[in-house]
């Protein structure tokens, strides 16, 4: 399966990034990238630091337990909505943003000591990586540059999904099957298999490759690039085996943000909007009532 897997050099000529990633993401909805500057040893410092996150005694994690979509540091089971959810997942999850950096730092865990240090630099480096992939692909749909900068890219979400093992991986799944409602988002996976990706009726499990990122199509970029690009529905499955973690890192719009497929795509007669415009904040409502159904979110907007 890993010859499917669409991969990326951030190396080679930004012209041939540029048409790699708008191929693999109208064909698969997400790609992975490689060499993309951002140090082995953070990574894995990263990685360690999480996992030793997860690994404290309850009672130091205690203060961190929320579900409350307002409060700024979030450890919880399965999803947000575990008291009313039909189906529970084999998954812990610690939310906090991470951009503008001296804003969410107060709020982040004080431990394990090292997290702050560590998970700062992550923040600023995957930020760093977040801008070059806005940038390649905003050139691969002919957009001017520093289009998805702003007010489309303005928060920054890490979410580390944390998956135990499984003792029966038939009866759970780590996270539903779902479409990303932002704009797009970027995952550093473990060694260990649990992401899938939906395509031609199967499930395909996306390989994971050392250092690497998966970089996941979100809904906004599927509307604003005019259906040009792929929301990709994705899930995570379980294992008896091993502890899996996949770090997310989610690049969200503003919440009053406008959104319309991009006017440079809807210029002529053969390129209509096949979307009407609306605030961030009115799609994310509809996500939440649709529960992340993918097609019916998109209908609501579809002219
Ligand atoms: C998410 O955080 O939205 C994911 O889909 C994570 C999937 C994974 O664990 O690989």
Redesign the pocket.
């Given at each position: 399966l890993s010859g499917s897997s669409p991969i990326i050099d951030l190396t080679i000529h930004e012209h041939d990034q540029a048409q790699q990633i708008i191929k693999a993401s109208q064909d698969f909805g997400y790609f992975q990238v490689i060499n993309h500057g951002i140090s082995e040893t953070l990574l894995e410092d990263t990685v360690d630091v999480l996992k030793e996150f997860f690994n404290m005694p309850a009672k130091e994690k205690a203060k961190y337990y929320s579900v409350d979509p307002n409060s700024k540091c979030k450890l919880y089971t399965s999803t947000t909505n575990y008291s009313s959810e039909d189906k529970h997942y084999w998954r812990d999850a610690l939310a906090h943003h991470c951009h503008p950096l001296q804003h969410c730092l107060p709020f982040w865990p004080e431990k394990p000591t090292r997290y702050r240090e560590v998970i700062s630099a992550y923040s600023i480096e995957t930020r760093k990586l977040i801008t070059k992939i806005s940038d390649v692909i905003g050139e691969g749909l002919g957009l001017e540059k520093g289009y998805f900068g702003g007010e489309l890219s303005k928060v920054q979400m890490l979410?580390v999904?944390y998956?135990p093992p499984c003792p029966d991986p038939n009866l759970a799944l780590?996270?539903h099957s779902?479409c990303?409602p932002n704009l797009f988002?970027i995952?550093l996976?473990d060694n260990v298999h649990?992401?899938q990706i939906f395509k031609d009726g199967k499930w395909i499990a996306v390989e994971p490759i050392p250092n690497a990122f998966v970089v996941?199509i979100g809904c906004q970029l599927q509307i604003i690039s005019n259906n040009k690009l792929k929301s990709v529905i994705?899930?995570?499955v379980t294992n008896s085996k091993e502890t899996?973690i996949?770090v997310?890192n989610f690049v969200i719009p503003s919440s009053d943000c406008h959104i319309e497929p991009a006017s440079d795509l809807v210029r002529n007669t053969t390129n209509i909007p096949a979307y009407k415009p609306y605030q961030y904040k009115e799609f994310l409502h509809t996500y939440a009532i649709n529960q992340g159904d993918f097609e019916a979110v998109l209908q609501s907007y579809k002219l």
């Amino acid at each position: 399966l890993s010859g499917s897997s669409p991969i990326i050099d951030l190396t080679i000529h930004e012209h041939d990034q540029a048409q790699q990633i708008i191929k693999a993401s109208q064909d698969f909805g997400y790609f992975q990238v490689i060499n993309h500057g951002i140090s082995e040893t953070l990574l894995e410092d990263t990685v360690d630091v999480l996992k030793e996150f997860f690994n404290m005694p309850a009672k130091e994690k205690a203060k961190y337990y929320s579900v409350d979509p307002n409060s700024k540091c979030k450890l919880y089971t399965s999803t947000t909505n575990y008291s009313s959810e039909d189906k529970h997942y084999w998954r812990d999850a610690l939310a906090h943003h991470c951009h503008p950096l001296q804003h969410c730092l107060p709020f982040w865990p004080e431990k394990p000591t090292r997290y702050r240090e560590v998970i700062s630099a992550y923040s600023i480096e995957t930020r760093k990586l977040i801008t070059k992939i806005s940038d390649v692909i905003g050139e691969g749909l002919g957009l001017e540059k520093g289009y998805f900068g702003g007010e489309l890219s303005k928060v920054q979400m890490l979410l580390v999904n944390y998956y135990p093992p499984c003792p029966d991986p038939n009866l759970a799944l780590g996270m539903h099957s779902h479409c990303d409602p932002n704009l797009f988002t970027i995952l550093l996976q473990d060694n260990v298999h649990g992401l899938q990706i939906f395509k031609d009726g199967k499930w395909i499990a996306v390989e994971p490759i050392p250092n690497a990122f998966v970089v996941i199509i979100g809904c906004q970029l599927q509307i604003i690039s005019n259906n040009k690009l792929k929301s990709v529905i994705h899930r995570a499955v379980t294992n008896s085996k091993e502890t899996r973690i996949c770090v997310g890192n989610f690049v969200i719009p503003s919440s009053d943000c406008h959104i319309e497929p991009a006017s440079d795509l809807v210029r002529n007669t053969t390129n209509i909007p096949a979307y009407k415009p609306y605030q961030y904040k009115e799609f994310l409502h509809t996500y939440a009532i649709n529960q992340g159904d993918f097609e019916a979110v998109l209908q609501s907007y579809k002219l």
